[in-house]
């Protein structure tokens, strides 16, 4: 059973280490039922038992938490999970939808190949410090062999670990650092949203770099600072095989020079690309490493769409593991061969992550999208209990929050300390913020239906349109108000035509258009769309920073950017400042709940659904730990090959 909607019980996440496809981790699209989000996004602190002490402030600490210490002390080994053992060996195959046309992932231009990341540096770039999939909010000594702050939060300096080396031997530096913050903040607009409060990056020692903040108290800006992903200066500087200099704000198909696990291999542009194990890898005794990253190789092999990706699976050999994310497939597609056999196996896993916003959202840098009314006219109308019925088995609960399924989502009425953030945007917010509890429409019948319909239309004449004929149009120019739906997929017509259908039925003209996964991810980035069904990356349940790329202003104009709503809102900025500048845990949860809460009752985006477990299906060549992290639920790099384990015990 999937946690009540209030509960203060805090979620846990599925972590798809590999799912880093063609398609973009910032937007994950529709594509028949929900979709799992992209791995790389922030960590949801949940309570955990503690084995460690708490740093002093100023104190040199080897983990960095947001949610109190870690329960691994300084010298540990492993994660507690891992076979510290598993083998090396093999071959991971997986599958990628579209296509790619480069390898520098760190421009908005381009499709970077799949392993690669805008954040968290992917398989091939190590970070300051290592998200832990073990526990929430939590990450480990990586580069950077330890790190301190003062008491009041307003910077953050890394001592690097002096064993950290780039794949063509050379140590990763100081200015190796510097030159990477500089240079991401600059190239794409998550890493400047992210790091807005950082005013300055400097050598402060040997071995040492301190980052200084705009500001004081911001618990979360020494964390997330770990998560730099550190780039060579050296490579990027230099010349490239064709003698001219190396450009690291162009795509590049050239070979990129990493400090990660794995390295760039074979590639065929644009149809496959292979990561090779680096054999002398750096890290491979760090703690956050043993027991992981235990294929030879990884080989994706891009197809064309979901549907090719699923021919493949049932195929083997191309694709060696799936979460199925359609329905109706997990309900009765699983039939084939090899299920029967008992050569692909399938499991269910519970799900109790936090659920990020799901929905159709709406670009409201048009014109016929900026009215309120109109906004929830088109949420009024959007019938999911019979989409759940006749599409989805009645697998799937209806999202009514932006942090569904945890203590942030809004409920009820505003609470005092919510009021607190609340109260002074009297004016500048709906009033149904103060006097309403936020619900979706429920269609039971035909009469609900009918009475949600010709209330949507009554707020459609009032925002300055009627129907003449079957055509609803603009009172005063005739223009009939359509509204065009953007997908990349075939399969996309499933979920996007019931609404379509439904929409029509208020006169709206609408069509769906399929376009190919480059075409799709070059119009999100420059939100050249109209409408889009699409799950937005996972939210934490220690917001911070990230909000402003999700929700601003600044945001709203910046190719790249997640706003793709296009959200121009000072009340919405100032929430986020709230949520951002919170002092305490109480605080945080209060000024969350009110961003939920104003961004509901604005309609900026119709709510769609989520399950509460995930499906897992997976060809029977894996040895697996007796169990995984607590927290991630999956660690598909703790697993290895079967046939290593032969190999390890023939050499032994």
């Not at 909010?137 to 300096?157: C, K, Y």
């Not at 048009?366 to 006749?390: G, I, S």
């Not at 402003?548 to 600044?554: A, E, I, L, N, P």
Request: with cysteine; aromatic share 12%.
């Amino acid at each position: 059973m999937p946690l009540p909607k209030r509960s203060a019980r805090l979620a846990c996440l599925l972590a798809v280490s590999l799912a880093l496809g063609s398609a973009p981790a910032f937007a994950q699209k529709t594509g028949g039922d929900p979709v799992v989000t992209a791995p790389g996004s922030e960590a949801v602190p949940v309570a955990v038992e503690s084995q460690a002490t708490a740093p002093e402030a100023g104190e040199w600490q080897t983990s960095s938490s947001l949610i109190g210490p870690s329960k691994y002390p300084a010298d540990f080994k492993h994660y507690d999970y891992v076979n510290s053992d598993a083998p090396k060996g093999g071959t991971l195959n997986s599958v990628a939808i579209g296509s790619f046309d480069s390898l520098n992932p760190f421009v908005v231009r381009g499709t970077p190949a799949a392993g690669l990341a805008v954040f968290g540096g992917g398989i091939l770039y190590d970070t300051l410090m290592e998200q832990s999939p073990d526990e929430p909010g939590t990450a480990h000594a990586m580069i950077a062999e330890a790190m301190r702050h003062p008491a009041d939060f307003s910077s953050v300096t890394f001592r690097l670990n002096p064993k950290a080396r780039w794949h063509d031997g050379e140590p990763i530096t100081v200015e190796d650092v510097i030159w990477s913050f500089e240079t991401l903040t600059k190239l794409h607009p998550q890493w400047s949203a992210y790091y807005k409060n950082v005013t300055k990056a400097e050598k402060t020692g040997e071995g040492e770099v301190t980052f200084t903040f705009d500001q004081a108290n911001n618990r979360e800006l020494p964390n997330i600072m770990g998560d730099l992903t550190v780039l060579p200066k050296h490579w990027w500087e230099g010349t490239g095989p064709d003698g001219k200099p190396r450009d690291i704000g162009e795509p590049s198909l050239e070979k990129p020079l990493g400090s990660g696990p794995y390295r760039v291999g074979a590639v065929s542009t644009g149809k496959s690309i292979e990561w090779e194990r680096v054999p002398d890898y750096w890290g491979a005794d760090n703690p956050t490493r043993v027991g992981r990253y235990n294929y030879n190789s990884i080989r994706y092999v891009y197809l064309r769409d979901a549907n090719a990706a699923w021919e493949a699976f049932k195929k083997g050999g191309l694709d060696d593991w799936r979460l199925e994310n359609i329905s109706r497939r997990w309900a009765e597609g699983y039939d084939f061969p090899a299920v029967k056999n008992g050569q692909v196996i399938r499991k269910t896993i519970d799900n109790s992550q936090v659920q990020s916003m799901q929905a159709y959202v709406f670009n409201n840098r048009l014109p016929k999208f900026r009215d309120r009314r109109v906004r929830k006219a088109l949420t009024l109308a959007y019938n999911f209990e019979e989409m759940n019925r006749t599409l989805f088995f009645g697998l799937y609960q209806r999202i009514d929050s932006y942090f569904d399924n945890s203590e942030l989502s809004e409920t009820g009425l505003p609470s005092e300390r919510e009021l607190q953030y609340l109260e002074p945007l009297k004016g500048q917010i709906p009033d149904e913020v103060f006097t309403d509890e936020f619900t979706l429409p429920v269609y039971g019948d035909a009469a609900s239906a009918r009475n949600y319909l010709r209330e949507a239309l009554g707020l459609l004449k009032e925002a300055g349109y009627e129907l003449k004929g079957t055509t609803l149009v603009d009172a005063k120019t005739g223009a009939p108000l359509t509204i065009e739906f953007l997908g990349n997929d075939p399969s996309d017509n499933r979920v996007l035509e019931p609404f379509a259908r439904q929409l029509k039925r208020l006169g709206i003209q609408t069509n769906v258009r399929i376009v190919d996964t480059n075409q799709y991810i070059e119009r999100m980035n420059n939100f050249d769309f109209e409408a889009v069904g699409m799950r937005y990356p996972r939210q934490s349940l220690s917001p911070g920073n990230e909000q402003r790329d999700f929700w601003s202003t600044v945001a709203a104009d910046a190719p790249g950017s997640r706003n793709y709503a296009g959200i121009k809102n000072p009340a919405i900025d100032q929430l986020i400042n709230d949520i951002v500048y919170a002092s305490s845990r109480d605080d945080l949860v209060a000024a969350t709940r009110a961003l939920d809460r104003v961004m509901l009752w604005e309609y900026y985006v119709v709510p769609q659904w989520y399950k509460s477990e995930d499906w897992l299906a997976y060809w029977d060549k894996f040895g697996m730990p007796e169990k995984q992290p607590a927290y991630s639920g999956i660690d598909s790099f703790s697993w290895w090959i079967k046939a290593a384990e032969k190999d390890t015990a023939s050499a032994n």
